[in-house]
């Protein structure tokens, strides 16, 4: 930064170094007047400057040479080191008129150049003004830069263009202080060469899933209702349009060909008047069964709370069973579905003339109900229901699809992991396993119609890992989602990448440090509309200390490179509290699609689905790269020796197999 500093410092001009850097710093450090006084006639005072020192009264007066010496530094050109030595002269002898009247030398001179001043100048230059060495300073450029940051910050901004506020970095985001931290170790270690296993996923569907792949295409025809064809149609032509497969055998236009031809009977006069003879008879069944339902209901009451008798043949009254029966026997014409067994449950020896009237009108209407049930039957043979789409599927084209992206990926796998791909192979692989874990993304993921018809059965039988580092997968260009659980390494893996980067066009964002103000700036602005507005942009600006003002966004929008890396780091820390921020980053990607994007974040959370980049999986270290690791941070030592020998005691490590063939 302090190289940047210097270069946009040395490129003002003279004028502008002295009024816009020179001035305003000078009156921070406390001086009450500072006069501009350059041009034709400054005679070496290109600022004067002056402020109170009690108990002396008088002021003290400065005077502030500003120069750009590169020339003299590098041509040694004599007559510029002459004019130098003049205007210095001048600023040492020559007196300044106060406001009172009265004259008055200056107490100091300051030489402020913004280059770097080489040691051979300023020998140089106090050989030649050698009486004037105990009032003469060289205040060069990286002294400037000092003091600016000492005691006027805001000047850095004009020492910066947008486009080095976003490349520039907190030692701190680069440093993941929380591993150093759980490790009690203070000296950072460049860990490049300790990285985990991949695996990669869309959606839920993860890659290792492929090796154990296995599906099932059904040959029984699938019934689609017109109120799901539209919904099918789409997920047909989803599939042909996007990876050229034809899920069915007979193509729609056949299906729907099909259909009309049924739709036509079914809507014909002669079956309309079927439906109209259908539905009049299914109406006067519903009020048949609705009048019985009612004098059941009725007749049932009356019977519960009253005892009924019928005369035996000894003269008696038999009550108690009567009734029984009785309610057994209405009860019993609901659901009876013969005639005669409906008429053997008539009772008229000697019950009450309405009782006896309500249970044989139950028989009627429930023979009645009988007999237009037999009707409708004999109708219904001769009716055209409405038709469905009947759809039948490709089965060996379907199974073949999947077995070509089990076989290309075990391949490409294999290749990797013995070190043969090259970046151009492993960014086409990665092209390619993105759209096969979206083809399978999609019938697993949604309640699609064909799932009722197509079966994938996914059965991780076991931990297969691509070998290669997280830091290769991010050089091809590519969108990613780096994913694992905690402490698995995505912080350390993004903040190394952008360490080693830094030269190029970068921008991290530690999002779990930029949230409280983020939060911040929502509750004294907008509430929850401010999250919904380029809040990437933010989260960028707000990293780098920029205030996010529409102005600074429409800079950093202008100014941000086309080829930039965009590490957001820690999505799972700032979801919860602002669950806007995925449809923005997706909305970030569609406005700007030459930037790169790596995202971060817990793999135990709900909105992995919602996520459309290509996702990468830390998975746990192999016994072999555990101890590489340990190794590494403790040098090899005694400590390390022993943290493995516990590791192992305890039998912790991963046991995972590194290639399946």
Same mark, same amino acid.
């Given at each position: 930064?302090?190289?940047?500093?210097?270069?946009?410092?040395?490129?003002?001009?003279?004028?502008?170094?002295?009024?816009?850097?020179? #001035?305003?710093?000078?009156?921070?450090?406390?001086? *009450?007047?500072?006069?501009?006084?350059?041009?034709?006639?400054?005679?070496?005072?290109?600022?004067?400057?002056?402020? @109170?020192?009690?108990?002396?009264? &008088?002021?003290?007066?400065?005077?502030?040479? !500003?120069?750009?010496?590169?020339?003299?530094?590098?041509?040694?050109?004599?007559?510029?080191?002459?004019?130098?030595?003049?205007?210095?002269?001048?600023?040492?002898?020559?007196?300044?008129?106060?406001?009172?009247?009265?004259?008055?030398?200056?107490?100091?001179?300051?030489?402020?150049?913004?280059?770097?001043?080489?040691?051979?100048?300023?020998?140089?230059?106090?050989?030649?003004?050698?009486?004037?060495? %105990?009032?003469?300073?060289?205040? &060069? *450029?990286?002294?400037?830069? =000092?003091?600016?940051?000492?005691?006027?910050?805001?000047?850095? *901004?004009?020492?910066?263009?947008?486009?080095? #506020?976003?490349?520039?970095?907190?030692?701190?985001?680069?440093?993941?202080?929380?591993?150093?931290?759980?490790?009690?170790?203070?000296?950072?270690?460049?860990?490049?060469?300790?990285?985990?296993?991949?695996?990669?996923?869309?959606?839920?569907?993860?890659?290792?899933?492929?090796?154990?792949?296995?599906?099932?295409?059904?040959?029984?025809?699938?019934?689609?209702?017109?109120?799901?064809?539209?919904?099918?149609?789409?997920?047909?032509?989803?599939?042909?349009?996007?990876?050229?497969?034809?899920?069915?055998?007979?193509?729609?236009?056949?299906?729907?060909?099909?259909?009309?031809?049924?739709?036509?009977?079914?809507?014909?006069? +002669? %079956?309309?008047?079927?439906?109209?003879?259908?539905?009049?008879?299914?109406?006067?069944?519903?009020?048949?069964?609705?009048?019985?339902?009612?004098?059941?209901?009725?007749?049932?009451?009356?019977?519960?709370?009253?005892?009924?008798?019928?005369?035996?043949?000894? *003269?008696?009254?038999?009550?108690?069973?009567?009734?029984?029966?009785?309610?057994?026997?209405?009860?019993?014409?609901?659901?009876?579905?013969?005639?005669?067994?409906?008429?053997?449950?008539?009772?008229?020896?000697?019950?009450?003339?309405?009782?006896?009237?309500?249970?044989?009108?139950?028989? $009627?209407?429930?023979?009645?109900?009988?007999? +237009?049930?037999?009707?409708?039957?004999?109708?219904?043979?001769?009716?055209?229901? $409405?038709?469905?789409?009947?759809?039948?599927?490709? #089965?060996? =084209?379907?199974?073949?699809?999947?077995?070509?992206?089990?076989?290309?990926?075990?391949?490409?796998?294999? @290749?990797?992991?013995? !070190?043969?791909?090259?970046?151009?192979?492993?960014?086409?692989?990665?092209?390619?396993?993105?759209? =096969?874990?979206?083809?399978? !993304?999609?019938?697993?993921?949604?309640?699609?119609?064909?799932?009722?018809?197509?079966?994938?059965?996914?059965?991780?039988?076991? %931990?297969?890992?691509?070998?290669?580092?997280?830091?290769?997968?991010?050089?091809?260009?590519?969108?990613?989602?780096?994913?694992?659980?905690?402490?698995?390494?995505?912080?350390?893996?993004?903040?190394?990448?952008?360490?080693?980067?830094?030269?190029?066009?970068?921008?991290?964002?530690?999002?779990?440090?930029?949230?409280? +103000?983020?939060?911040?700036?929502?509750?004294?602005?907008?509430?929850?509309?401010?999250?919904?507005?380029?809040?990437?942009?933010?989260?960028?600006?707000?990293?780098?200390?920029?205030?996010?003002?529409?102005?600074?966004?429409?800079?950093?929008?202008?100014?941000?490179?086309? %080829?930039?890396?965009?590490?957001?780091?820690?999505?799972? =820390?700032?979801?919860?509290?602002?669950? $806007?921020?995925?449809?923005?980053?997706?909305?970030?990607?569609?406005?700007?699609?030459?930037?790169?994007?790596?995202?971060?974040?817990?793999?135990?959370?709900?909105?992995?689905?919602?996520?459309?980049?290509?996702?990468?999986? /830390?998975?746990?270290?192999?016994?072999?790269? /555990?101890?590489?690791?340990?190794?590494?941070?403790?040098?090899?030592?005694?400590?390390?020796?022993?943290?493995?020998?516990?590791?192992?005691?305890?039998?912790?490590?991963?046991?995972?197999?590194?290639?399946?063939?």
């Amino acid at each position: 930064m302090t190289e940047m500093y210097l270069s946009k410092l040395s490129s003002l001009k003279e004028d502008d170094f002295t009024k816009l850097i020179l #001035k305003p710093l000078f009156e921070s450090m406390g001086y *009450g007047r500072v006069d501009f006084h350059g041009g034709q006639y400054e005679r070496g005072r290109d600022l004067i400057a002056q402020r @109170e020192v009690p108990p002396r009264k &008088d002021p003290l007066i400065i005077y502030v040479q !500003s120069k750009k010496v590169e020339d003299i530094q590098n041509v040694k050109e004599g007559v510029k080191f002459s004019t130098l030595m003049h205007q210095l002269r001048q600023c040492c002898f020559e007196k300044l008129k106060l406001i009172d009247g009265t004259e008055a030398r200056a107490d100091h001179i300051y030489l402020a150049c913004p280059e770097k001043i080489s040691s051979r100048l300023t020998e140089e230059i106090f050989s030649h003004l050698e009486e004037y060495k %105990n009032k003469l300073t060289v205040y &060069d *450029g990286p002294q400037i830069i =000092e003091d600016i940051k000492k005691y006027n910050p805001s000047l850095l *901004g004009l020492l910066t263009s947008m486009k080095d #506020k976003l490349a520039s970095y907190s030692n701190d985001y680069l440093i993941n202080s929380e591993l150093l931290s759980a490790l009690k170790n203070d000296a950072y270690v460049e860990p490049e060469r300790f990285y985990s296993d991949l695996s990669f996923f869309v959606g839920s569907i993860d890659s290792n899933c492929l090796f154990h792949l296995e599906v099932d295409v059904s040959t029984d025809e699938l019934a689609v209702s017109n109120d799901e064809w539209a919904a099918f149609k789409k997920e047909v032509m989803w599939f042909y349009n996007s990876y050229g497969l034809s899920i069915t055998s007979k193509s729609l236009n056949d299906v729907c060909h099909l259909y009309n031809q049924q739709l036509e009977k079914h809507q014909s006069s +002669k %079956n309309k008047m079927l439906i109209i003879d259908i539905d009049s008879l299914e109406s006067d069944i519903s009020d048949l069964q609705n009048s019985i339902k009612s004098s059941n209901d009725s007749l049932s009451a009356f019977l519960k709370g009253n005892i009924v008798g019928r005369t035996s043949a000894a *003269g008696s009254k038999d009550t108690s069973e009567t009734t029984k029966e009785i309610l057994e026997s209405i009860s019993s014409v609901t659901v009876l579905e013969e005639i005669e067994n409906v008429r053997a449950t008539y009772y008229s020896a000697n019950l009450p003339t309405h009782i006896a009237k309500e249970v044989s009108n139950q028989i $009627e209407w429930k023979i009645d109900i009988l007999n +237009k049930q037999k009707e409708i039957n004999k109708l219904r043979k001769n009716l055209i229901p $409405e038709p469905l789409y009947m759809v039948s599927f490709n #089965k060996s =084209e379907i199974e073949n699809k999947f077995k070509l992206i089990k076989s290309k990926y075990i391949e490409a796998v294999n @290749e990797i992991n013995e !070190s043969r791909a090259s970046i151009k192979k492993i960014s086409d692989f990665l092209v390619n396993i993105e759209s =096969e874990l979206r083809f399978i !993304s999609e019938f697993v993921d949604h309640d699609l119609l064909c799932r009722k018809r197509i079966k994938i059965r996914l059965n991780k039988r076991e %931990n297969d890992r691509i070998c290669i580092s997280p830091h290769t997968i991010l050089d091809t260009g590519f969108d990613v989602a780096v994913y694992g659980g905690a402490g698995v390494g995505k912080t350390t893996t993004l903040q190394v990448y952008a360490r080693s980067k830094r030269g190029g066009d970068i921008v991290y964002v530690p999002l779990n440090r930029v949230l409280g +103000k983020i939060n911040q700036y929502a509750q004294n602005y907008e509430g929850r509309d401010y999250y919904r507005h380029e809040l990437v942009f933010k989260s960028i600006l707000i990293s780098k200390d920029i205030t996010p003002t529409a102005d600074n966004i429409a800079d950093a929008k202008c100014t941000l490179p086309k %080829n930039t890396v965009l590490i957001l780091d820690g999505l799972d =820390e700032i979801y919860s509290s602002v669950p $806007e921020i995925i449809n923005e980053i997706d909305l970030f990607k569609k406005s700007n699609p030459t930037i790169q994007i790596v995202i971060s974040s817990r793999d135990c959370v709900s909105y992995l689905k919602d996520i459309n980049f290509l996702g990468i999986t /830390l998975l746990p270290f192999t016994r072999e790269q /555990l101890e590489k690791f340990i190794n590494g941070w403790f040098g090899c030592n005694k400590k390390a020796s022993e943290l493995i020998n516990t590791i192992n005691e305890y039998s912790l490590f991963e046991e995972s197999v590194k290639k399946t063939v």
